[in-house]
Structures are given as C-alpha cells and as structure tokens.
C-alpha cells in the first residue's frame, strides 16, 4: 500500500502548511464552546479544509466526518475521519504533542491511518501493510513491545482528573501497579505504544475523530486496542490500548471493575 | 556574550551525540536506586562526561556540579551545573520533552544557561544579554508574555501527586484558578515560560542541577522565578516562576498559605 503512504505524507504536508505557522503563535485561539474550555484555532479550521479537499479529488465517493465541520456523504463504504489538531491544549502550549489525525474506515472498521506532528517532523501511517514511522532517525517499520505486566508498563493517559466515581478508583489501581505514568500525551501517547516506546494508553471520553486514525497505527503494529469493555474501538468512549494481549487483558480486568 | 552561546552551542552538539542515538532505544535504562523508580540511562552518564570536558578546556578554573558525578573543585567563583538529561522520565517514555540543561553560576547567582532538545533541534540559552533560541521556524529573541491574571494563565507543574498536605490543598487552589494546566512537562515547561507560549511553572522537590540553568532562561526574558517564599531559586526546592512579577505574586499568595 505504498499509494496510501504516498497519499498520507501529501495529506501531512497540506495540514502542515495550515497548521506549523500558527504553531507557537498567539492571538489564534478561538473558544468554540461559550461555556467550558475548548480551543480551537484557526489551524484546526484551515487544516480540516485543505485536507477535505485532498481527499474528495482522491475519493470523490467516500464520506468525510471532521472534528469542525461535521460529516459530508459518500456513495462508498469508506469513510474518512479527520482531528486536524488533535491535542490543541498542547498546541496552544507550545508543546509539540498534538498532531494532525486521518483515519479511513471501511464498513465501519478502521483500515489505514495518519498521524503527523510537523514540528517534529514525525509521521505515524498505518496503510494495511503494517505501520511505519517517518521521521528524525529514519523511516522504519513499527511494532510494539513485549512487556507482558503492568508492573513493568508505561502508561499514558490525559489526566486521572477525567475519571469519576468508581471508574477513578480504577483508574488509581492501575496508576498504582504499573511502573510509570505519563499525562496530557493526547495521539501522540497512541504512537509511542506503536513503536515501542509506552506499553499502555488509557482514556476516557474520547471522540470517534480522537481515535480512528490511531486504531490502525496501534493495530498493525501488533498492539490491541478495544473500548473498555472490550468492544472495537471505533466507537471511542472509553478506551484501552495495550502492546499486546496479554497486557490488555490484565489492564481491561482492573479497569472494567470500575 | 555571543561567545557563551557559541559554546553553548557546542555543548549541545557534544551532549547530543550522546543523548540522541540512545533516544528511543530500549535496553539502555539502568536503575540509579535499588528503591524506588529513578531511571538513568547511559545517555546520562556519557553527555556529562563530554560536557565536563568541554568546560574543564574552556574554563580550567571553574567548578563543575553534575548530577551524575557530582563536584569537581574549582578556585574562581564560577561554578557550573549540569543535568545531562532532565526529564528522564519523558526520555524512557519517547517524548521529546527532556533536555540537557547547562547554567554557570558566579558568586551564587544563575547568570547564564542552556537547555538543548536535540530530537527536536532547539536550543535556549542566555548569555547575560538576554534569553535567545535556536531552532525548528528560526531565531529569535525570548520574551515572556503579558499573562497578569491567574484565570488567564497556561500552568505547567510535573504532577499534582508530588504535593503533600496543606501543600496540595494550596496547590489545588491555584490549578481551580488557572486557565489550563498542563503536566509532566519538566524543564521543557520553563523554556516555554520564557518563550511566552505558558504563563506559570510550578514545581516542587527540585534539586539545584534541575533548575539553575533554567533560571536565567526565564529571568533574561523578563519572568520572575523563585522558591515558593520568595527567595533566590538557586537552592532549588519548592519552585514558582512567572511571567511577569504581577502573576507571580498571585500565584505566590495562593500558594505560600499551603
């Protein structure tokens, strides 16, 4: 599936002409909810548009939903996916964590995916082949680690402030065993787990947009990725990814008691 | 002082080739403490050594304080301190927010630093001139920015889990106030006060390698940092710095009750 990655690192570039400017840049922040804390910056608006551009001359007959401006039809069973700043309270930290997202899903299932942190000059691509990282260091193919229990594990997750009443209690029995944690990692925590780097990514109240380009990054790399009670992760919500089985099994065991 | 960030950019280069080829690689992760998670890897002990190196030729007479291999003597008053990797934790996780960080102080007192990210390319330093980086969209000068109120701040702090007590009820107070905290950022945290894209740190049981060279980053692009009390930040410890002196006495006020 070489075209796919071919199509992803032209859908990259496009997001990041939109998106690298405004990076580091004030005055760009909007609030899209009156009420509550939601960033969005022009970036997130520019990037979703020149990506759906890109795709409906690929694809014309595949359906495109985006975080900004909702869903548009297709005749196809494919449907693409779009965060275009995925992690904006990173962005507009300066923090370059956030990352631009494209997913494909095909009769419901997530095939191929994208994520691409342009500061970095990181790509993440999942085409059906397998995943693969482009970069700093070089262009190689990804696979997740065999850290098989949690007191070994890394973990990410954005904060344990998103988790209430029982599902916090959980939550701190997992914190608890494994051999460390990370916060606010947004997809880029995702890409870590698929190269090797954390062990376990756990999250709660997640968007369709925030997950589909991630599940197949995950997925081909060899890790697991299910909602919390073990369901495809499409859906978001609530969801647990892990290296392997074996350490998604011991995760979802603590987690689902809660 | 453009001398002292052409060595600076020296020492970044030297610690760089130790850090970065070891970035991302497992294996190389000892445990400094029997007890306990204090993670050090050979990247660690290899940059001081090439950084000691590089200051004993330039600058024979002055101490040097590292985190690895503690105190080497010196006769002047200039004594330098050393983190080869700060942010260890983020180092084993894959995430490009650690960073090597150099201060000189004279007679006590930071007067000038770098922290280097190599995976990222960026370089902050101060020279005695004034706060400079180097790095992914081009040069420039360091400012922080005009933040004055606490519900207007970004606030960075390693974990809320590290305060204790009276100290954590203060500390919850101050993110209630905040506009957005963000966590386990390390010293990436005060490059991106001095680089006015966040508005507060917070961070406490600091040792001095962890901070000196961090000080003079943010007080050459006009930001206030000082221990929780008000004192020189030199001695580490209990940590506050701001943007500017209006916020960081708000946040002082809020924080010195716990």
Same mark, same amino acid.
């Given at each position: ?32 909810l009156? !009420?509550?804390? +939601?960033?969005?910056?022009?970036a #997130?608006?520019?990037?979703? @548009?020149?990506?759906?551009? &890109?795709? /409906? ?5 595949h ?17 693409w ?5 995925d ?39 999942a ?10 260091g070089?262009?190689?193919?990804? !696979?997740?680690? +065999?850290?098989?229990?949690?007191? #070994?594990?890394?973990?990410? @997750?954005?904060?344990?402030a &998103?988790? /209430? ?44 947009y925030?997950i ?18 073990g369901?495809?992760p ?6 647990v ?9 011991a !995760? ?7």
């Open positions: 599936m070489q075209d796919m990655r071919e199509f992803f690192r032209e859908v990259a570039a496009a997001a990041a002409r939109e998106t690298l400017p405004r990076f580091r840049q004030a005055n760009e922040i909007a609030n899209k009156e !009420a509550g804390f +939601d960033p969005v910056t022009e #997130d608006r520019a990037a979703e @548009t020149a990506i759906r551009r &890109l795709i /409906a001359e690929r694809f014309p007959d359906a495109i939903v985006g975080e900004e401006f909702g869903r548009t039809g297709g005749s196809s069973d494919h449907e996916v779009i965060d275009p700043v992690g904006t309270r990173a962005f507009i930290s300066g923090l370059p964590l956030w990352g631009t997202l494209v997913g494909l899903k095909k009769a419901g299932r997530a095939v191929a995916g994208l994520m691409s942190q342009p500061f970095t000059g990181e790509s993440f691509m085409d059906g082949s397998g995943s693969w990282y482009e970069g700093p070089g262009p190689r193919q990804l !696979a997740t680690r +065999d850290t098989r229990h949690l007191g #070994d594990a890394i973990m990410c @997750t954005t904060t344990p &998103l988790f /209430a009443g029982d599902r916090r209690a959980a939550y701190d029995r997992i914190e608890g065993q494994v051999r460390l944690a990370r916060y606010g990692t947004d997809c880029y925590a995702y890409c870590m787990l698929a190269a090797g780097h954390v062990d376990l990514v756990v999250e709660i109240g997640l968007q369709p925030d589909v380009a991630l599940v197949p990054i995950i997925e081909q790399a060899g890790g697991v990725i299910t909602t919390v009670d369901g495809r499409e859906a978001a919500g609530y969801i990814a892990a290296a392997n089985a074996e350490l998604h099994a !995760a979802i065991e603590l987690l689902a008691g809660g």
